[in-house]
């Protein structure tokens, strides 16, 4: 009985303690749930908030945005993020999509001059963080671009991405920029002061650009080579415009590591101090050096003259270098372009005067090539009088004389001619002389040459057998390689050296001439298009470089710069001598009125007589053929030679004739005349002046 009651005792306490469990479990169970709602509650009140913030400071940041886009578009806002790619072209100017020309159009920003924008890279969060973000400035070439792409050019592609060449996403800003009053320009090498006038060859790269921002790299392209400058300071803002202004421009030298040596760059040499260096096959070490005043003018009075020698190293068989000298503007001289060279074996000895010729005062460049394995060599400029040079030769020919009999090649009055060296001996010792020749000299018989050889040297003695020159046996080898191994030029041609030579300095489109109107170190191309700059002798690019206009100095006219020089002659000369004709004439001015132009001629003197009156006679000459005209229609008569000799204009004989017993004979009338904006030609009115032109020019 007590244990059916114990067991029910222990069975009830168990199923209590059960339920109490449960019940914790429970409450348990449902503090949690409580606690994690509220939890939610707050993450999801937070989130909330947080969007709420978010979206506060995004609209924030992009009205201030928009407030910073309106200040720097001056009113127009256009704000982008496009995918940037290259194209190949000069200069800093971009493409964009039509769609942007669509946005720009619609806020006036055509009307606004030229349009500018500022490219910086966009923020990408990457494996490796945060890109650095760069900025630059830019114009706008076309709106020809895809959608959603930007054309970026190499420069500026190299000032925002220097270590990037996938495609990465730029954000594109109008802006308007200040016009560039001051620049401070550093190059990181040496060597781009050496080019002449390189102002000018900065200004022409600049004529590409649209802007500037300090710290962005400018690449000049001069010679074939790259020079890049680095942009240290601008006036008057940090990014300016230099469209249609004057900026002032220091250019300061580059910070280099002595003894360092980049490309371009030109060592300078002392005239008379020896220099030492070493160069490897098939490249070249490039030297400078500089003639004054007095030494050019030493060397036209034929009393100096200037040596550039070349010096291997003792004991350097191994190597061989050649030596290549040329004058500025051709910094660089090459295997193809230069004014002397040697290409001897051994030691190169190069007289820049030889000939007769005379050196202007000017910087010259001198070029080692490595012929043949690693060259170790000493290089001197020597400036040697003539006399001394002339006392040496004199001393030289005495001891010769001194040390044989007295043989000449011109005939004595007591001489014989040796049969075998054909030189003159006298008399009384030419059996001895004939005797001794004939067994110890050998006459070559190569056509042309008659050297007069020692029997032991005629093994030595060799002629080439396409150009016939005589060598020594172991030049041969050199000369062949030199001289007549077919050489590539880029525009095609297969020549040998000395064709290549007048090839690549006269006729190749693709060398580098120092454009006379720019001052530009450029390629030639082919002929110039027009007729009458192929007679005035203009390359193809000065023919275009000479279409810009400029004011005339005299006059203010804009004239075109390949016509100026006709201009001053045809209009200016011609007007002084007619002022000096009449110095003693009186003018009357109608006066002003508006769309009514001024005109003044000179009045005649009661005085003058009629005689007086003839003996002042007109002429005028062509630029072409130099053909003189006289009388007072000399302008009808040049322009009608013009029109039929040189430019085939289909003006007959008979109209012009016509037209020149016209031309009025009194000076008053002639000074109502209209010149030709070109050429100064004087015609009756403005509608032969536009028949002119279109004839003519």
């Given at each position: 009985?007590?244990?059916?009651?114990?067991?029910?005792?222990?069975?009830?306490?168990?199923?209590?303690?059960?339920?109490?469990?449960?019940?914790?479990?429970?409450?348990?169970?449902?503090?949690?749930?409580?606690?994690?709602?509220?939890?939610?509650?707050?993450?999801?009140?937070?989130?909330?908030?947080?969007?709420?913030?978010e979206a506060i400071q995004s609209a924030l940041a992009e009205s201030q945005q928009e407030e910073e886009d309106l200040v720097a578009g001056n009113g127009i806002r256009f704000n982008t993020t496009l995918h940037a790619i290259r194209y190949q072209g000069y200069g800093d100017k971009i493409k964009l999509p039509p769609s942007s020309f669509d946005k720009l159009s619609t806020q006036g920003a055509l009307d606004k001059g030229p349009m500018f924008f500022e490219l910086s890279t966009v923020d990408q969060n990457e494996m490796e963080g945060f890109t650095e973000q760069k900025t630059t400035h830019t114009g706008v070439l076309e709106f020809t671009a895809t959608d959603s792409f930007a054309e970026i050019p190499p420069q500026v592609w190299q000032n925002l991405f220097p270590d990037n060449n996938h495609s990465p996403l730029i954000r594109v800003r109008y802006v308007r920029l200040p016009k560039g009053t001051y620049a401070k320009l550093q190059p990181e090498v040496l060597g781009f002061s050496d080019i002449p006038n390189h102002r000018a060859v900065l200004e022409t790269t600049l004529r590409q650009h649209a802007t500037l921002s300090e710290g962005d790299i400018l690449i000049?392209?001069?010679?074939?080579?790259?020079?890049?400058?680095?942009?240290?300071?601008?006036?008057?803002?940090?990014?300016?415009?230099?469209?249609?202004?004057?900026?002032?421009?220091?250019?300061?030298?580059?910070?280099?590591?002595?003894?360092?040596?980049?490309?371009?760059?030109?060592?300078?040499?002392?005239?008379?101090?020896?220099?030492?260096?070493?160069?490897?096959?098939?490249?070249?070490?490039?030297?400078?050096?500089?003639?004054?005043?007095?030494?050019?003018?030493?060397?036209?009075?034929?009393?100096?003259?200037?040596?550039?020698?070349?010096?291997?190293?003792?004991?350097?068989?191994?190597?061989?270098?050649?030596?290549?000298?040329?004058?500025?503007?051709?910094?660089?001289?090459?295997?193809?372009?230069?004014?002397?060279?040697?290409?001897?074996?051994?030691?190169?000895?190069?007289?820049?005067?030889?000939?007769?010729?005379?050196?202007?005062?000017?910087?010259?460049?001198?070029?080692?090539?490595?012929?043949?394995?690693?060259?170790?060599?000493?290089?001197?400029?020597?400036?040697?009088?003539?006399?001394?040079?002339?006392?040496?030769?004199?001393?030289?020919?005495?001891?010769?004389?001194?040390?044989?009999?007295?043989?000449?090649?011109?005939?004595?009055?007591?001489?014989?001619?040796?049969?075998?060296?054909?030189?003159?001996?006298?008399?009384?010792?030419?059996?001895?002389?004939?005797?001794?020749?004939?067994?110890?000299?050998?006459?070559?018989?190569?056509?042309?040459?008659?050297?007069?050889?020692?029997?032991?040297?005629?093994?030595?003695?060799?002629?080439?057998?396409?150009?016939?020159?005589?060598?020594?046996?172991?030049?041969?080898?050199?000369?062949?390689?030199?001289?007549?191994?077919?050489?590539?030029?880029?525009?095609?041609?297969?020549?040998?050296?000395?064709?290549?030579?007048?090839?690549?300095?006269?006729?190749?489109?693709?060398?580098?001439?120092?454009?006379?109107?720019?001052?530009?170190?450029?390629?030639?191309?082919?002929?110039?298009?027009?007729?009458?700059?192929?007679?005035?002798?203009?390359?193809?690019?000065?023919?275009?470089?000479?279409?810009?206009?400029?004011?005339?100095?005299?006059?203010?006219?804009?004239?075109?710069?390949?016509?100026?020089?006709?201009?001053?002659?045809?209009?200016?000369?011609?007007?002084?001598?007619?002022?000096?004709?009449?110095?003693?004439?009186?003018?009357?001015?109608?006066?002003?009125?508006?769309?009514?132009?001024?005109?003044?001629?000179?009045?005649?003197?009661?005085?003058?007589?009629?005689?007086?009156?003839?003996?002042?006679?007109?002429?005028?000459?062509?630029?072409?053929?130099?053909?003189?005209?006289?009388?007072?229609?000399?302008?009808?008569?040049?322009?009608?030679?013009?029109?039929?000799?040189?430019?085939?204009?289909?003006?007959?004989?008979?109209?012009?004739?016509?037209?020149?017993?016209?031309?009025?004979?009194?000076?008053?009338?002639?000074?109502?005349?209209?010149?030709?904006?070109?050429?100064?030609?004087?015609?009756?009115?403005?509608?032969?002046?536009?028949?002119?032109?279109?004839?003519?020019?």
């Open positions: 009985m007590d244990f059916e009651l114990r067991a029910a005792k222990e069975k009830l306490e168990r199923e209590q303690k059960e339920r109490k469990e449960k019940a914790r479990i429970k409450i348990e169970r449902e503090r949690k749930a409580r606690e994690e709602a509220r939890r939610q509650q707050e993450a999801l009140d937070a989130e909330r908030q947080a969007r709420r913030i000049v392209h001069h010679g074939g080579i790259d020079y890049r400058l680095r942009v240290l300071e601008l006036k008057p803002s940090s990014s300016v415009s230099v469209l249609e202004t004057d900026i002032e421009v220091d250019i300061i030298e580059p910070s280099v590591v002595a003894g360092t040596m980049s490309q371009g760059m030109l060592i300078p040499l002392v005239l008379g101090k020896l220099e030492m260096g070493i160069v490897e096959e098939g490249n070249y070490n490039y030297y400078k050096f500089s003639i004054d005043n007095n030494i050019a003018n030493a060397t036209a009075n034929r009393e100096m003259n200037i040596l550039v020698k070349l010096v291997l190293a003792n004991g350097d068989t191994l190597g061989d270098a050649d030596l290549y000298i040329s004058r500025h503007p051709l910094l660089f001289p090459t295997q193809h372009q230069y004014q002397w060279s040697s290409h001897d074996v051994g030691t190169k000895i190069v007289s820049l005067t030889e000939g007769g010729l005379s050196l202007a005062a000017d910087t010259y460049s001198v070029g080692v090539f490595g012929f043949k394995g690693t060259s170790k060599y000493k290089i001197i400029i020597e400036c040697q009088s003539v006399q001394l040079e002339t006392m040496g030769q004199k001393l030289g020919k005495a001891s010769v004389i001194a040390g044989k009999s007295a043989a000449s090649s011109q005939p004595g009055a007591d001489s014989e001619q040796c049969q075998n060296c054909k030189q003159f001996i006298p008399t009384r010792t030419i059996a001895l002389h004939e005797a001794y020749c004939r067994r110890h000299n050998v006459v070559c018989q190569h056509k042309g040459c008659g050297v007069i050889l020692r029997k032991d040297e005629v093994g030595k003695h060799v002629h080439c057998l396409k150009c016939g020159r005589p060598f020594q046996q172991e030049e041969m080898e050199k000369h062949m390689k030199v001289f007549h191994e077919p050489l590539h030029c880029r525009c095609g041609e297969v020549l040998e050296k000395e064709e290549m030579v007048i090839h690549q300095s006269s006729v190749c489109p693709l060398r580098m001439i120092s454009c006379r109107f720019c001052g530009d170190m450029v390629q030639a191309g082919n002929a110039a298009d027009d007729a009458r700059d192929r007679m005035r002798g203009f390359s193809q690019h000065e023919s275009l470089c000479g279409c810009r206009t400029a004011p005339c100095d005299t006059c203010g006219r804009a004239i075109m710069l390949k016509e100026m020089d006709l201009h001053r002659v045809a209009v200016h000369e011609k007007q002084a001598s007619e002022n000096e004709d009449f110095t003693a004439s009186k003018s009357y001015t109608v006066p002003y009125t508006e769309g009514v132009a001024q005109h003044s001629a000179p009045l005649k003197s009661p005085q003058t007589s009629q005689f007086a009156q003839d003996e002042t006679v007109e002429s005028s000459e062509c630029p072409i053929c130099y053909q003189k005209f006289s009388g007072s229609n000399s302008d009808r008569q040049l322009n009608a030679h013009l029109d039929k000799d040189h430019f085939s204009t289909n003006m007959d004989d008979d109209s012009v004739s016509a037209q020149s017993s016209s031309m009025p004979e009194e000076p008053s009338l002639r000074s109502m005349l209209v010149s030709c904006p070109i050429c100064g030609m004087n015609v009756h009115s403005e509608r032969d002046l536009s028949q002119h032109i279109d004839m003519v020019h």
